[in-house]
């Protein structure tokens, strides 16, 4: 498909003379005569840069219009006027703007424009692909007979466009499934999407995921593109869908049947094309019997179904987790220990509740509070049996933290630990959580991302 070049422009001559001239060039071309005009082409997806006047004329004029652009979407704007000064000029990049044309517009000047910020935008987004995949590995390690089944699931289910539902226990890695299929998929080339559904607070999640016009929620005055919007032409990973209500699963529904939405508050529907891939820790089928799920949504998603199983079933691929979680940490500057055969074997003798999580943050944990150059299975036990809620082992374990040389670490390492007891205690609900501890939600989410304690 041809970039579509949006021109909002209130001379009808000159948005006829700027599309001859881009269509010469190849590219396809809207127009609008308003800065409203132009915002809705824009909410109707496909639009790759747009070419906006500054006086306009209308209710709203350029400069107004290229703040909402830059706070809705990434889309490169390039400023055109010819009745505004130098010192107008740059406000407009200052705002967001890629370029600034004085009229009567050159023909090399717009076309020398608008192939660089085409380029600049692209040069931007594969710069996130990279940084998300450098910052997000995709490997899943293990070679046991499940782990394997679970990569020939993979393998198959990836380039094909099915919904998928991806089960598993919380930690076991489903976020790390996801990111295996984007990558291998068709969308491999666009950003996927993550929504994690438990996170976001009941009265928020529609207009998360599906927009909402300027007005229509508290603190969304110009309105917002939700994430269905922004998955358009590539996968929206819904994590633990389980936790929607029934209201917003009945909204979703549509999108799967009809790929099909409203915002928020709002009356024009958004045609999309997107791809859902869905992730929960609950038991959907007792979730429908219970009323709290539903039965159409299920089938729906459930079109490829992968379980992903507990570490406690694939015990065999723990030396391979602990080599590449290792390196993983040597990668970010930790110095990293070896761990002795007895180590491995106390290891592989644990139950793992937390699953993979659960061992990522021991080993984290060992490898910044580690006396010796070796972990050996008496380290491991210090760990895995002393139980998080006696205060006195709190206090025992005080010297220990105490031995952390760097302040940056120790506050972080104890922060880790006292947030992944909390969200513990809630069943992993962020929300509750964040009420408990008296922490903004939002800021609560940030900090759990950054601790690694979710995905």
Known sequence: MKTQILIIDDEIGIRESLSAILEDEGYATLAAATAEAGLELIESGNVGLVLLDIWLGDAMDGMTALSIIKERTDIPVIMISGHESYETGVQAIQRGAHDF????????????????????????????????????????????????????????????????????????????????????????????????????????????????????????????????????????????????????????????????????????????????????????????QSGTFRADLFYHLNVASIYVPRLSERLEDIPELVDDLMEEFKEKGLKTARLSADAIAEMQAHSWPGNVHELRNLLERLTIMRSGKTITARDIRAVLQDPDQDPRAIQERLPALFAVNDLKEALRLFERQYLQHKLDENQGSISRTAEQIGLDHSRLQMKLKNLDIID
Not at 119 to 124: D, N, S
Not at 152 to 171: F, H, N, Y
């Open 101 to 288: 044309i004085e009229k009567p517009l050159s023909y090399d000047r717009l076309v020398l424009s608008v192939a660089n910020s085409l380029r600049y935008a692209r040069v931007e987004r594969e710069k996130r692909l990279l940084e998300e995949r450098l910052g997000r590995t995709t490997k899943i390690s293990g070679s046991s007979e499940l782990i394997e089944s679970l990569k020939q699931q993979i393998d198959m289910v990836a380039p094909t466009d099915s919904w998928v539902l991806i089960r598993g226990e919380r930690g076991s890695g489903k976020g790390l499934v996801a990111r295996a299929i984007h990558r291998q998929s068709a969308s491999a080339d666009q950003p996927m999407i993550v929504v994690r559904c438990a996170a976001v607070p009941g009265d928020l999640i529609e207009s998360e995921l599906f927009g909402c016009t300027g007005g229509s929620i508290a603190g969304a005055q110009s309105g917002k593109r939700g994430s269905f919007d922004q998955a358009d032409g590539s996968i929206l990973f819904l994590d633990e869908i389980g936790y929607l209500n029934m209201s917003t699963q009945a909204k979703i529904l549509r999108v799967l049947q009809e790929q099909k939405f409203e915002r928020v508050g709002g009356s024009k529907t958004v045609s999309v094309k997107v791809r859902v891939i869905a992730a929960t820790s609950r038991n959907l089928e007792q979730e429908i």
